[in-house]
């Protein structure tokens, strides 16, 4: 029997935090680290020759341009999901990133066995929070009267935000495609995107919401 390909992790961060990373990949045999870098252009330099199924990164680090950075991997077209392990624990670094569409994001703090748990859920498509924080999160959401951190308006872009208006609207994939002047792909890119900033399941949990949106 073929033994299962390892998942292929690539480290933005400091030196010795790249080292502890690795000492704990070895014992996991379906996780191995393919690149390391601890600078934005020294990411983007090295991406396109290492193909990572997943991206581990304190992007608050002096050198890697924060929020800045991630938008410069979605933009040069890197689909993977990111983590951020950072030495922030405030609940505003996690809504930066929840805002951003970032898949997880959990403190430097944490134990080995929740790292391995978060990595391993991105890789299977979901998204993972540090517990406490998004315990922090949900409060702030049910105690704010304003937008919340989870509101349309504050999380997506232009152009996120009038797919979701539109599909609120009860418009199909090719007729989004059709009024944005895009094909549907993009769309439909645009609205996996929707569903990870927004924390919907499924496109019925996406469909409800807008149309609820909408009817405001």
Known sequence: MDTPQAKQIFIVDHPIIQDGLENIFQFENDLKICGRANSSEETLKHLPSVKPDLMIADIFLKGIGGLDFVENIRRAGYTFPILVLSIYEGISYAEQCVGAGIEGYIPKK?????????????????????????????????????????????????????????????????????????NAKKIILFREQIKKKLYFKDNVELLQSAIGYRKG
Do not use: H, W
């Open 110 to 182: 944490e134990k080995t066995s929740t790292l391995l748990k978060a990595i391993r859920n991105l890789l299977n498509g979901q998204i993972y929070i540090d517990e406490d924080l998004k315990l922090e999160i949900i409060k702030k959401f049910f105690m704010s009267d304003s937008l919340s951190v989870f509101s349309p308006k504050l999380i997506l872009t232009e152009e996120e935000q009038k797919v979701y208006n539109f599909i609120g609207d009860g418009c199909p994939i090719e007729t989004i495609a059709k009024l944005l002047n895009l």
